[in-house]
């Protein structure tokens, strides 16, 4: 099953169907798929009310991305497991894109492989090479 699955990047576990931007809906945490929150993880007010850090900031303390939908999401699967290396977000160590205001991205996404949005993969595109 997770050969088939994509991680969540709130919570980490491989539950999405379709690559990043597929605008699915986690069951366990309830973060919904974006792309720009991927991309932005600090831009709130996309497809969720809260940005990428703070949904994982939430998911660590109440089990869901936005406080909102407290009790609503799930315990994860026995056969659910997370993407390896996923961790949450660290400003510190990952070289995140902030959005520039009045910045046309439209044409910027990496629509072949969305995948590489990824901040905690080695293929992460903003990855620093030492």
């Known amino acids: 099953m997770e050969r088939d699955r994509y991680p969540c990047p709130c ?56 406080r909102r939908h407290r009790g609503e999401g799930r315990a994860p699967l026995d056969m659910e497991r997370r993407d390896e290396g996923w961790r949450p977000l660290d400003p510190a160590r990952d070289n995140i894109e902030e959005p520039q205001r009045g910045t046309d991205y439209a044409d910027s996404y990496p629509l072949a492989d969305t995948t590489v949005l990824y901040y905690w993969r080695e293929t992460y595109w903003r990855r620093f090479v030492s």
Not at 40 to 54: I, Q, T
Request: a negative charge; proline letters at 7%; glycine letters at 10%.
């Open 11 to 66: 919570c980490g576990y491989l539950v999405f169907r379709m690559q990043p931007g597929g605008n699915e809906r986690c069951p366990i945490c309830l973060w919904e798929d974006d792309l720009a929150q991927l991309r932005f993880p600090r831009l709130p007010g996309s497809a969720n009310h809260v940005s990428l850090e703070d949904g994982q900031q939430n998911f660590a303390a109440c089990g869901v991305a936005e």
